[in-house]
């Protein structure tokens, strides 16, 4: 890389394999949110967020493990938020109460 390029765009290339790494899994969300029903999709990228969290563990790739761990929490407040807000307030007790 030339030193004659500017201080920016040297940062940029030097973070490329940073931002291809994490293109991949924001892919498979996108494919996700289009293909799957939406009483599904939670639980789907539940499984993609612990994938890709496993996968940071083994290929001890950092990037990976937060986005993982920033795609379970998108799940939790879905959960919160959007899911459990059309459930009955007595079943939404008891699945607070009995968890599987």
């Known amino acids: ?5 500017p201080s ?26 289009y293909h799957v029903p939406s009483n599904l999709l939670t639980l ?3 499984i993609e967020a612990l994938v890709v969290l496993g996968l940071g563990f083994l290929l001890f790739e950092r990037v990976f493990r937060w986005y993982g ?10 959960l919160f ?11 939404r007790i008891l699945s607070f109460i009995f968890r599987d």
Do not use: H, N
């Open 1 to 5: 890389m030339p030193e004659s390029w």
């Open 8 to 33: 920016g765009i040297r940062r940029a290339l030097q973070r490329a394999p940073l931002l291809y790494s994490i293109l991949a899994p924001a892919l498979a969300s996108i494919f996700l949110f």
């Open 44 to 46: 789907a990228w539940g």
């Open 69 to 78: 761990l920033a795609l379970l929490l998108v799940c939790v407040v879905k």
């Open 81 to 91: 938020a959007m899911d459990l807000a059309g459930v009955e307030t007595l079943y």
